[in-house]
């Protein structure tokens, strides 16, 4: 069954910088498009970003343009997210999730678990 | 950017009612409008694709419409496992941009 399976929570201080990782199984890890979205407490999804797994292209929203890096590392099936420059307002569960698969447009049908990345000093 | 507008922002039904929310785009996004539910702490499930399309496994009183600029979720005969949050989403383009989320609460 698919599955994406998130790193831990993390505590940092403003300022610093967070990776989260994402290590998606049961499918063709470069068959579809991952996504991140965040959530910030008793707040609506936000969507940041998509990677292509396949050839590491990338797109994010605007707001996170000059502070998110997305990589990937088929070998293992994983994709990162990192955010750098923390602020309290970054304070947030971030959410991998599957997208389209090549060649097709489809929402997230699976998720990850979250990550919750807490800013504070 | 397209932004997703949907209202209203909270409601309040009777179990067995049948509840509506709308979702707007900015502009037209075809029918690449999804639904999402989440149940209070928990992870975002998906509910309908396509804007009419029914996710694996999900109820049959849940139901979308629209197509362009103007979407409907309806449930039809709401019930006390239908507590959540639903929010819809553009996946025509990217930003995938997410309405603000409908809390639905049993009266």
């Known amino acids: 069954q698919v599955q994406l399976v998130q790193s831990g929570a993390e505590v940092k201080k403003p300022g610093a910088s967070v990776k989260v990782s994402c290590k998606a199984s049961?499918?063709?890890?470069?068959?579809?498009?991952l996504h991140w979205v965040r959530q910030a407490p008793g707040q609506g999804l936000e969507w940041m970003a998509w990677?292509?797994?396949?050839?590491?292209?990338?797109k994010c929203a605007q707001e996170f343009q000059d502070r998110v890096t997305l990589t990937r590392d088929t070998s293992i099936t994983t994709i990162y997210m990192e955010l750098r420059t923390l602020r309290s307002d970054d304070t947030a569960i971030y959410y991998c999730?599957?997208?389209?698969?090549?060649?097709?447009?489809?929402?997230?049908?699976?998720w990850g678990q979250g990550t919750l990345v807490t800013v504070s000093s | 950017d397209i932004q997703m507008t949907q209202s209203p922002s909270s409601l309040s039904a009777s179990v067995g009612d049948r509840v509506t929310i709308t979702c707007r785009a900015s502009q037209g996004i075809r029918n690449y409008l999804a639904w999402y539910q989440q149940k209070p702490g928990k992870v975002p499930e998906l509910l309908i694709y396509a804007a009419s399309t029914l996710q694996s496994g999900v109820p049959s009183r849940f139901s979308g419409s629209g197509s362009g600029t103007d979407f409907t979720l309806t449930i039809s005969g709401l019930q006390p496992e239908d507590v959540a949050t639903y929010y819809c989403q553009n996946y025509d383009s990217a930003p995938r941009t997410f309405g603000q989320g409908t809390k639905v609460e049993i009266k």
């Open positions: 049961g499918y063709s890890f470069t068959d579809y498009y």
């Open positions: 999730a599957r997208g389209s698969p090549m060649g097709d447009r489809h929402p997230s049908d699976h």
């Open positions: 990677i292509n797994p396949d050839n590491g292209d990338r």
